[in-house]
């Protein structure tokens, strides 16, 4: 808002400003009460007679006792800021021009934790003109307020998907935050869609988080306030569901060691090899991915569903030679580093050897699960169907014919190809995160990343790749006393065997350079 009040020296103008922004809570838990802190720095660049004069205020503002449904958002409304300006009473202009900056920010903070922020500054006019940097504004296609991917058909450069916009990713983004048109181009209530854009397949057009890597619904848009003069907090609510996104366990302790996979990721990585005007977005990155902080969203870390092969494999795809598990760089090798048991000598009996079991064995370890974790699965509950207990069972035969498992970590690399990994099918042809399992049949008709992680947590908590049983086996046969013509000694008699069952068992409390302890027990 802006007056002024005209004297006998000048016009006194006075700006107020009111900041007002809007919380989303992706999750599929309320989020306990807390206190949320919005920091604004205002930094505008104003004509004032002859000379230029900044206005430039940061300002706190903090709401407590916050509570957000899950899916749920919320407006908040900042204190209003006052400054006052003085022009000579001379200057006969009736207008205050101001000045494209990018150097206003802002900074979000939950519990005093900071959860969004703009790294890159905002650029504060609207214009169908080009910044600084040479992009056209109100058209970005990476930057901190919609940050994304970009999901584009490498061939041809068409867009074939719309725009992640996923906002975990904003505080990691280094672009600037474009000017927008208010009224049409802001949404509240709901997820944004900006509906002053003519196409709409444009991949900055709207929130979408069924094209995040790790899938989602899509729940309502919000509604555009319409009109400069409606306040955000003035626009009718949108009537949510509670299916969010992303599921967390905000238990404060972790019952199972695979739910570091809830943990954000924001992938902040581009496949240069598709060319600059659509090397940021991807489902699967390929091994040609290179670090950068332009990009980013839609993951969680990938542990129980295929990797990126960027992280995934010692060797490429498709290589020279057989691509091999890159336990260095992949998420999955997070569950070697970490337990949720209390004492790591925690006994191993009544777990499955992936190593050994037989097939039947390895089909009911994973049949009969009943997932019920991923809040966009349809039905709500159901049972693993029976070709992804099929793929299983292929991908742990095949993969321990070519490599012996030396973790369960290393179930998150199996796949459903018979062939691999002498193929290009991984990670498309992953026995975890493929989703297509049952799909389209009366069983499920939609299953998400969340769903393939339960069903491998299941599994991997069930899992082993060594026993404390082992067997020895002693062979003794008697040998001529005479060598024949090639020196050689030979045997007489019939050979004696005898073989020992062995079971090693962990001393609670050994002595001092005392280790386990074996027992033996022989057996003909």
């Known amino acids: 808002m802006i007056s002024n009040n005209i004297t006998n020296n000048g016009r006194q103008i006075v700006v107020v400003t009111t900041d007002f922004f809007e919380i989303w809570n992706p ?85 005093g934790r900071y959860m969004d922020a703009v790294l890159g500054g905002v650029y504060r006019l609207y214009s169908t003109n080009t910044n600084s940097s040479g992009l056209v504004l109100n058209q970005p296609e ?55 854009l003519t196409t709409t397949n444009q991949p900055w057009y709207e929130v979408r988080p069924s094209t995040w890597p790790d899938g989602g619904h899509d729940s309502l848009p919000g509604n555009p306030a319409g009109s400069d003069a409606t306040l955000p907090t003035a626009v009718a609510p949108v009537v949510t569901s509670n299916i969010p996104p992303g599921r967390i366990s905000n238990a404060g302790f972790f019952s199972n060691v695979v739910e570091l996979g809830a943990i954000f990721d924001p992938m902040q990585w581009a496949d240069p090899s598709l060319g600059a005007s ?28 295929a990797e990126h092969p960027r992280f995934a494999w010692t060797n490429p795809v498709g290589g020279t030679n057989p ?25 191993e009996g009544g777990k499955i050897n992936i190593n050994t079991a037989p097939p039947a064995v390895l089909r009911a370890l994973a049949a009969g699960v009943v997932l019920t974790n991923d809040p966009n699965q349809v039905p709500a509950s159901f049972s693993v169907p ?9 991908g742990v035969t095949n993969f321990r014919a070519k490599y012996p498992f030396y973790s369960p970590s290393q179930l998150a690399f199996i796949g459903t190809d018979p062939g691999w990994p002498n193929t290009n099918s991984w990670p498309a042809g992953a026995v975890f995160g493929t989703t297509n399992f049952g799909t389209g049949s009366a069983l499920v008709t939609a299953w998400n990343d969340a769903a393939a992680e339960e069903w491998f947590s299941r599994i991997y908590g069930l899992s082993k790749t060594f026993g404390r049983h082992f067997r020895i086996y002693v062979v003794a046969q008697m040998l001529s006393t005479n060598t024949n013509s090639a020196g050689e ?26 280790g386990p302890l074996i027992t033996l027990r022989a057996a003909y």
């Not at 002859?50 to 706190?60: C, E, I, P, R, V």
């Not at 904003?170 to 509240?188: C, T």
């Not at 091994?287 to 129980?304: E, S």
């Open 386 to 394: 029976t070709q992804a207990v099929d793929a299983f069972v292929t």
């Open 323 to 347: 691509a091999q598990p890159n336990m260095q760089q992949s998420a999955a090798a997070l569950l070697d580093l970490f337990t949720v048991a209390q004492d790591s000598r925690i006994d």
């Open 278 to 305: 659509r090397e940021g977005k991807f489902v699967h990155l390929s091994t040609n991915g290179v670090a950068t902080n332009a990009y980013g969203g839609g993951n969680t870390l990938r542990i129980g569903r």
């Open 142 to 196: 990476n930057r901190a307020h919609l940050p994304s991917f970009v999901f584009r058909n490498a061939t041809n450069g068409t867009v074939t998907r719309n725009a992640a916009g996923d906002p975990r990713a904003a505080i990691y983004l280094s672009g600037n935050l474009e000017p927008n048109d208010y009224d049409k181009n802001s949404s509240f209530g709901g997820r944004n869609r900006r509906t002053g």
């Open 27 to 111: 999750s599929d838990k309320t989020n306990a009460s807390g206190s949320l802190t919005f920091l604004a720095l205002h930094n505008q660049e104003i004509r004032l007679g002859s000379a230029n004069t900044n206005f430039n205020n940061l300002t706190t503002n903090t709401f407590n006792n916050v509570v957000i449904p899950p899916n749920g958002f919320r407006v908040f409304a900042c204190s209003p800021v006052t400054n006052i300006f003085f022009i000579p009473i001379t200057n006969v202009v009736n207008f205050l021009p101001l000045t494209e900056t990018n150097t206003s920010r802002y900074w979000t903070a939950w519990n």
């Open 489 to 514: 000694y030979l045997p007489r008699g019939t050979p004696a065997r005898k073989y020992y069952q062995v079971y090693l068992r962990p001393n609670d409390n050994p002595a001092p350079d005392v």
